[in-house]
Every structure is written in C-alpha cells, then in structure tokens.
C-alpha cells in the first residue's frame, strides 16, 4: 500500500493542462507550498532536511505542503523516501511534470512555489538557494518577517 500522504494512481488519467490547477484546488484557501523535487536530486533532499525547522517554525499557519515527483524517480525508492517528508505527496506523469515545469516557468530540480489562500502565486524559483528564500516568501503571505 501507499503512505497515507501519498496520492498516485487518482492523477493519471487528468490531462497534463490541468494538473497543477487540480491538485491547487484540492486545497483552497489554504497557503500552499509546491515542492518539486526527485529522489535522485541531491539539492531537493537538503532542501527537504532543511524545511524541517521551518515547517515547525510554521505550524501555527494554515499552510499545506506539496510534494511532486514523476517517472524519472524509480516508483518504490519513492515510495520508501516520503515516509519521513509530512506533506502530500504526489506522482505524476512525465507529460505532467513537463507541462507543471512549462506552467511554473521552472528549469531544473528542485523548484518551489508559493500560492496564497486566494490562489495567488506569490513566487517560484528553481534551485535550492537557501532556506531565507522560501521563509523570506511565507513573510509575504503572512506579512510578518
């Protein structure tokens, strides 16, 4: 069976266009960070360890964190890894992703998204840069710094 946090097989059959807007309706008016990583990604796993403390530093704001991953990342080495990362975890088609990275603007791994609990996208960047970048974001959304 999958983890509880991980969605897979209810994605598949959605056309590659409207997957990112399905999976940010799923949870509006919420604060949404989309992380999109691989596990064989080096940068996303310490950009995973990392969001650690701030995900605690967080936990009073309705923020809902999450994970997408695609075929390049061998299905149960997956599987095995998001065990440990609280979020939700989703994993998508190639054509998806490509589409996801087309509509994001987005040229490598990881890349990151933060959408308001209005639907607003308030930023997206692609690299692991430092941690400041994404609390630095949330500051935005929750206008405290």
């Not at 994605?11 to 999109?36: A, E, N, R």
Request: one cysteine or more; aromatic letters at 14%; a negative charge.
């Amino acid at each position: 069976g999958l983890p509880d946090n991980a969605h897979y097989l209810d994605m598949t059959d959605i056309v590659p266009d409207s997957i990112l807007q399905t999976i940010l309706d799923k949870y509006k008016g919420k604060t949404i960070l989309i992380d999109i990583w691989a596990t064989w990604c080096g940068p996303c796993k310490l950009g995973h360890e990392k969001m650690k403390p701030l995900k605690e530093e967080l936990s009073d704001k309705d923020i809902v964190y999450v994970y997408l991953t695609s075929t390049t990342s061998k299905y149960d080495e997956w599987k095995k890894y998001i065990t440990d990362i609280s979020g939700e975890h989703y994993y998508l088609t190639q054509e998806q992703m490509n589409t996801v990275f087309k509509q994001l603007q987005a040229d490598g791994y990881p890349t990151y998204a933060i959408y308001t609990s209005n639907g607003n996208k308030v930023t997206s960047f692609s690299g692991f840069r430092s941690i400041e970048d994404i609390r630095e974001a949330f500051g935005k959304v929750f206008n405290n710094k």
